[in-house]
């Protein structure tokens, strides 16, 4: 009793501490936009691309070695008064001690050559690690750590991320993406963590709470302000291509998009960037009804909405809704944008708002509310007393530590799919063919958003770690080891440009050979760059896979994409098929361990692996969606054929799960169903499973139900012979969908409730 009253006490403390300190900080913001003029209002409105104020030909260059230019940034920083500042210059990673001497002199010109001292918030894209610092953490992107199912690790890489981007003097995270990747057609899905709804929460929250610590503490030199994004419904345009329409009604929009970004804002994110794109027919930075009303007075957002690159300007450069870029800026500040990442043309849309204030089509009131918002991130940075944080207080940056919770999480990542007669684990020594253009590639294991944009500059900057090729080498010796490529990317070129490289010689270095594992993939892209039309994995890394097939050896066949490549043609001739996503820095080492048997697989996959182009599903489909041939005159079939499904992964251990227990067979509005299932480790080596749980709805008014949902889930660590008890509590409230009136609602009737091999029904009533 005595512990639980000093608990509560502090905690008491605790909390009276935070809200005296947003108390404080609000009082501070309200002060400071009584100072401020128009002009000032605005110009932190406005966000810049570094170069523009780097030494060069022009704004959209800039020399090297990198320096600033005094009189750009006197214009852009004292004359415009200017907030905000991303990116790094020509598209290259810095030091964390070059970052510091850039930002230092940013925040020394804004600060000392203003009235008021407002600081610059500057901004980075730390997708799966401090993407643009050299020497930083490269952990497996989104896509690879929702594989994990394992909270703790996608929290313990955004904390790191955090700590180094901090190290880069920089105080926010354009992360983590909440995106629903739920089409495999699109050039970001693997920026998101899957196509399932609770998935993408799940970990979305772990994230916001790794980077901006779990008490929102984001003073704290080691947190950063974390933007989550991109609101709302970005990755499913009908086209499946990067920035074009989509159509989706308010019901799924709430269904299965709203509530990542719902449950992030309950966790705190700071702040928010908006959708470049188009749903059913109105760009997302002109609705007032997604920005204003439903972000802003629905959900009770209240930090900062900032655009994405250049996104007002689409307005009427691309989406033809305003006619010019004064009439864009009226349109989307309007609307509810709040920071504009102009990048370039920062005189444009400072000289445009104010004149629109000045003739009363944009009230000074909605301009307050944004400077109010993008002042309060600035005030919990504590950015004014501290605008820059020096790399000699961050002793871990790039540590064997850091390094090794990247490994982990690859490790943990990696999905088996398939593994006929136990092909693996391989057994040492045994003669390797290594071939496929995503053997030998540093560029292909990180993927896009690592060192630069497009990833084109990896080799540069990995070159210490280790490829797959290079991590078998040292895993088995390199006598036992053959490498002939057979297929290999145009480095220069687009994402998809190849051309074959000794692929003969690679077909015929396989006869020599105990077992072939070929590396195949993609190489890296990202946003429009990384459009496709054509699903299937290219017709020369089709050509080697079939020829290496017809010499009648083992193939092991290791996917390094981005997003499910089809590989229908030939996947029935590959003895084992492992899924790397885009593993990072250290994938390669991590396959290698999981092909050798050092590291049991455990990943699963987070989303549906498709088997044919015109045959795309989420697992959470519509009963329509796979029936059975129907009785009478037609035969009607709609067929659910997936490569795989979501989900799915293998081990080289076995598990065995007993029946279902439930606390109750009837659960109540105001109950909680408690169920426990006990998962046995039937196998000869210790493994990690994850424990998913679904629930199917037998019957829905009016809204088919989907045929299962993913609602909790779990990943535990047995030992051999070891029995474990898995528990979940599941709420009404888990169990209700969206009905037409856009209103959650969980309707009396009969559930499903699966784990594994094990079913169990149970009834809701109110």
């Not at 523009?52 to 008064?81: C, H, N, W």
């Not at 020497?135 to 994990?148: E, L």
């Not at 269904?255 to 994110?269: N, R």
Request: proline share 4%; charged share 20%; with cysteine.
């Amino acid at each position: 009793m005595y512990l639980r009253r000093n608990l509560s006490v502090l905690l008491l403390l605790l909390t009276g501490g935070l809200t005296n300190a947003q108390t404080s900080n609000t009082a501070k913001v309200e002060s400071m936009l009584k100072k401020m003029t128009l002009e000032e209002k605005v110009g932190q409105m406005a966000q810049i691309t570094l170069d523009v104020i780097g030494k060069g030909k022009d704004r959209f260059t800039s020399d090297e070695p990198f320096s600033l230019d005094e009189k750009a940034m006197q214009k852009a920083l004292v004359q415009y008064k200017l907030g905000s500042v991303l990116n790094t210059s020509n598209n290259r990673a810095r030091t964390p001690q070059v970052w510091y001497d850039i930002i230092t002199k940013i925040q020394q010109s804004a600060m000392k050559g203003t009235k008021n001292g407002i600081p610059v918030l500057y901004g980075i894209d730390a997708i799966h690690g401090e993407t643009y610092t050299a020497g930083a953490t490269m952990f497996p992107q989104q896509i690879g750590q929702a594989a994990t199912f394992n909270r703790s690790l996608v929290h313990k890489g955004a904390e790191i991320t955090a700590y180094e981007t901090r190290a880069s003097s920089i105080p926010w995270a354009f992360s983590p993406l909440l995106d629903l990747g739920a089409d495999p057609r699109f050039p970001r899905q693997w920026e998101s963590f899957g196509e399932d709804p609770y998935l993408v929460t799940q970990m979305g929250i772990q994230a916001v709470k790794g980077l901006q610590g779990d008490n929102n503490d984001v003073d704290n030199p080691s947190h950063v302000a974390a933007s989550i994004k991109h609101f709302l419904g970005y990755q499913v345009p009908v086209s499946g291509k990067d920035r074009t329409p989509a159509f989706i009604s308010d019901q799924a929009l709430r269904e299965y998009h709203l509530p990542s970004f719902q449950a992030a804002i309950a966790a705190g994110a700071k702040t928010i960037m908006i959708n470049s794109g188009i749903i059913n027919g109105v760009p997302v930075h002109a609705n007032y009804n997604l920005l204003t009303k439903l972000l802003k007075e629905e959900l009770g957002f209240k930090g900062l909405a900032v655009t994405d690159w250049g996104d007002i300007e689409n307005l009427y450069q691309r989406d033809h809704v305003a006619k010019d870029n004064k009439d864009a800026v009226r349109i989307a500040i309007n609307a509810g944008i709040d920071m504009s990442m102009v990048a370039y043309n920062y005189e444009a849309f400072c000289d445009d708002l104010i004149a629109l204030v000045k003739e009363g089509k944009v009230k000074e009131s909605r301009i307050d509310d944004a400077v109010r918002r993008i002042l309060l991130v600035k005030y919990e940075l504590n950015l004014f007393n501290k605008p820059t944080t020096n790399p000699k207080d961050y002793p871990k940056f790039g540590s064997k530590e850091f390094e090794q919770a990247s490994y982990q999480a690859a490790a943990e990542s990696i999905t088996l799919l398939k593994n006929t007669d136990q092909v693996l684990p391989l057994n040492k020594p045994v003669k390797i063919l290594v071939t496929g253009p995503n053997a030998n590639s540093m560029r292909t294991l990180n993927g896009a958003w690592t060192y630069s944009w497009q990833g084109e500059k990896v080799e540069e900057f990995a070159a210490k770690y280790h490829t797959f090729l290079k991590a078998i080498e040292l895993k088995t010796g390199k006598q036992n080891v053959t490498y002939v490529p057979g297929v290999s990317y145009k480095m220069d070129g687009k994402y998809f440009e190849e051309y074959a490289d000794q692929l003969d010689a690679a077909i015929a270095a396989a006869k020599n050979a105990d077992v072939v594992v070929l590396c195949l993939g993609e190489n890296s892209y990202t946003e429009s760059p990384g459009n496709l039309s054509d699903l299937y994995l290219s017709d020369l890394q089709t050509e080697l896979a079939q020829k290496l097939a017809a010499t009648g050896k083992k193939i092991i066949l290791v996917l390094n994409e981005g997003r499910p490549r089809i590989i229908s043609k030939f996947e029935h001739k590959m003895s084992a098929v492992l899924q790397s996503y885009l593993p990072g820095n250290f994938g390669g080492d991590a396959i290698a361990d999981i092909l050798f048997g050092t590291v049991n697989p455990s990943g699963r996959l987070p989303y549906t692996y498709p088997q044919f182009p015109n045959a795309l599903f989420t697992y959470y489909h519509k009963p329509s969606e796979s029936r059975s041939t129907t009785e009478g005159v037609y035969n009607y079939d709609s067929d659910y054929n997936p490569q795989y499904i979501f989900g799915q992964g293998l081990s080289y251990t076995t598990f065995k799960y007993s029946p279902l227990k439930l606390s109750t067979s009837t659960l109540k509005k105001d109950e909680i169903l408690t169920v426990s299932v006990e998962v046995t480790n039937t196998g000869t080596l210790d493994g990690k499973e994850s424990v998913l749980l679904y629930t199917s709805d037998l019957v829905a008014t009016l809204i088919s139900p989907d045929v299962k949902r993913l609602r909790a889930f779990d990943k535990i660590e047995i030992k051999t012979g070891e029995t474990k008890t898995v528990i979940f509590k599941i709420t009404a409230d888990d169990l209700g969908f969206i009905n037409p009136e856009g209103k959650k609602v969980t309707e009396d009737g009969d559930f499903t409730l699966q784990i594994a091999d094990q079913k169990i029904n149970f009834t809701y009533n109110q």
